[in-house]
T-cell receptor, first 111, second 114 residues
Framework: AQSVTQLDSHVSVSEGTPVLLRCNYSSSYSPSLFWYVQHPNKGLQLLLK??????LVKGINGFEAEFKKSETSFHLTKPSAHMSDAAEYFC?????????FGAGTRLTVKP | DTGVSQNPRHKITKRGQNVTFRCDPISEHNRLYWYRQTLGQGPEFLTY????????KSRLLSDRFSAERPKGSFSTLEIQRTEQGDSAMYLCASSLRVQGTEAFFGQGTRLTVV
């Protein structure tokens, strides 16, 4: 069985400041982990993925995430937020045939 | 190939009617997933196909719901005797049968039951 917990339902930052979106997972397997972004009225887009290679993963638009097995965490970060980053972000844990989403974190970016 | 395609994009139906949605995955993808997403929530897993075989079904998928993937290509999701609680966005995704590969999502079908 797998599950994902996104620790914050809403995060608000000012433009130009760092972003931290937190994710903890539980899995009976050695999972693959993903972050997806969903902009209003748009489809889900992959930001980055972890698949047991490097623990620090770089994605699109300056986002990165670090896999910490001891903490069962896969937090998403970005050094400097941009207005266009405002969206809903989902952490996903995946094993063969089983892909589970967190409840999502809504990121608001203030000018 | 233009990605995962879902039709229709929007469906409004009266309570008690049956509806069917279609998903066309990326052509070489052998895995296909259906999810349901309600406002303010993350996508909830409904069912999963590997080629034409339905390998996993969520408890969310009551006996009013049925999904098929004939010949391992497109898939349909049918909801019989719709209820207002079925109103949601229904998402389809596909991926390769390789551990660690990401799933590609369609734009979804938004169902409104009135």
């Amino acid at each position: 069985a797998q599950s994902v917990t996104q620790l914050d339902s809403h995060v608000s930052v000012s433009e130009g400041t760092p972003v931290l979106l937190r994710c903890n997972y539980s899995s009976s397997y050695s999972p693959s982990l993903f972050w997806y972004v969903q902009h209003p009225n748009k489809g889900l887009q992959l930001l980055l993925k972890y698949t047991s290679a490097a623990t620090l993963v770089k994605g699109i638009n300056g986002f990165e995430a670090e896999f910490k097995k001891s903490e069962t965490s896969f937090h998403l970060t970005k050094p400097s937020a941009h207005m266009s980053d405002a969206a809903e972000y989902f952490c996903v844990v995946s094993a063969p045939g089983d892909m589970r989403f967190g409840a999502g974190t809504r990121l608001t970016v203030k000018p | 190939d233009t990605g995962v395609s879902q039709n229709p994009r929007h469906k409004i139906t009266k309570r008690g009617q049956n509806v069917t949605f279609r998903c066309d995955p990326i052509s070489e993808h052998n895995r296909l997933y259906w999810y349901r997403q309600t406002l303010g929530q993350g996508p909830e897993f409904l069912t999963y196909f590997q080629n034409e075989a339905q390998l996993e079904k969520s408890r969310l998928l009551s006996d009013r719901f049925s999904a098929e993937r004939p010949k391992g290509s497109f898939s349909t999701l049918e909801i019989q005797r719709t209820e207002q609680g079925d109103s949601a966005m229904y998402l389809c995704a596909s991926s390769l049968r390789v551990q660690g590969t990401e799933a590609f999502f369609g734009q979804g079908t938004r169902l409104t039951v009135v």
